[in-house]
């Protein structure tokens, strides 16, 4: 049985995946309840019952997880069903993720502060203090994320 509690962190997870992963909502959502289930894993029919959606829409949305690698299915021994659960790793997979945003961030940033300095010289020294502070924090982030990924390694 699902409390109110569960139920509210379901619907605002599911919220916070949408625009972290541009993820349609029932695929949030069954994200979200797989985590919240822990490694156990959830049968297709627990996800159909607890959603209230259709085997379609269920289907799709579990497929759409899958292939993003946010998902994954196991069996049990002597049960012919499939036990679907977020990865292992998830938490790697995200900080990973952020990283590689960040990566791109530097070097898109970094770029663009150059071609502005090249061709738009009064500009760039205008906002170079905002710049430097941004271009800091960038690097600082990656390098956090880096000893983040390094722990989670040896923790695993």
């Known amino acids: 049985m699902v409390t109110a509690s ?10 916070h995946f949408e625009g972290l992963y541009h993820l349609p909502p029932l695929a949030s959502r069954i994200y979200s309840i797989l985590i919240l289930n822990g490694y156990d894993g959830m049968t297709f029919e627990q996800l159909m019952e607890q959603t209230e959606a259709s085997k379609s829409s269920v289907s799709t949305s579990i497929n759409l997880l899958m ?7 196991f069996t049990k021994p002597g049960d012919r069903k499939r036990y679907f659960r977020n990865r292992k790793n998830h938490l790697k997979l995200r900080l ?8 791109k961030e530097i070097e898109l940033f970094g770029k663009t502060s150059d071609y502005m300095k090249a061709f738009d010289l009064k500009t760039y020294k205008e906002n170079l203090c905002f710049t430097s502070i941004y271009m800091d924090h960038l690097k600082e982030s990656k390098k956090i994320l880096e000893a983040t990924l390094v722990k989670l ?4």
């Open 96 to 103: 990973g993720n952020y990283k590689s945003l960040i990566e």
């Open 6 to 15: 569960k139920e509210e962190l379901i619907e605002e997870l599911g919220i």
């Open 67 to 73: 292939q993003s690698g946010k998902v994954e299915y």
């Open 153 to 156: 390694e040896n923790a695993s």
